[in-house]
């Protein structure tokens, strides 16, 4: 039957219908969600818009990433505080344990590193026997502008200053117990704090600039034995650190 045209009217949907079709569109529309936040989420990653300085024994990244649990005992043992977890605009790598080394470096006077032991995983290689055969990243002078030794010039007072909470040991004052660097002022005719303090013998040195022997001026030289703890970053007075440490994601895209 016709209303009088050509074109035949269109039947009418039964509730039934509808609320079928509606439960499809709904179903369309939860599953492009699921799918626009799966992305969200993987793009950090996949671009890697967040270089972290990792624990020591971490995985090569993406190997890390699969592995890391986000489970935070490595958190929980670190005797300085110095592991934190990432936050939610990482996507995929919310509580992913990464460390900033300019606010507190690892401690890597600790004994047994006790954050590799802690991993359930092996994220953090459970294989590494000795404290030297674990690398972290490599310290680089990124600002030697800014640097004291390469002014020649020294330091005197608080490394960085009342209000900074960061701890390191010093064996002279008692090697087991971290003590903050807010109470450890120094005096030094010339800046030499990235080698003072640097837990790892032969990892960095200070070099004579030129060959003037009335010259004070020295370059801070970062040597193989460095595994990137970030005490030099941690202690540096400058700000921003002169020095700091490259992570594995920044040494692959400089080689």
Known sequence: MTDGSDTPKKPRLTRRELERR??????????????????VGWYPVYRQMF????????LAEKDFLASCI?????????????????????GYGLGVPYIDARAQACDFS???????????TGALSHAIATKEEVTMGFA???????????KGEGFTGLARGYDF????????????????????????????LCVRECPIQGAISLERI?????????????HKAC????????????????????????LEAQS
């Open 22 to 39: 509606r439960l499809m569109l709904r179903t369309v529309g939860l599953g492009v969600a699921a799918v626009a936040a799966g992305l």
């Open 51 to 58: 270089d972290r300085l990792r624990p020591p024994g971490a």
């Open 70 to 90: 986000k489970c935070g005992q490595c958190v929980q043992v670190c005797p300085v505080e110095a592991i934190r977890l990432a936050d939610g605009d990482e």
């Open 110 to 120: 600790c004994d047994a590193v006790q954050c590799v032991l802690a991993c359930p």
């Open 140 to 150: 680089r002078l990124a600002r030697p502008e800014s640097c004291l030794a390469m």
């Open 165 to 192: 909470t960061g701890l390191l040991r010093y064996e002279e004052i008692d090697r087991w117990e971290p003590q903050p660097v807010a109470s450890h002022p120094y005096e030094l005719e010339l800046c030499d």
């Open 210 to 222: 030129s060959e003037d022997p009335a010259d004070p001026r020295r370059i801070p030289t970062v």
């Open 227 to 250: 595994v990137g703890c970030g005490t030099c970053e941690m202690i540096c007075p400058a700000e921003p650190a002169a020095i700091i440490i490259d992570t594995e994601l920044t």
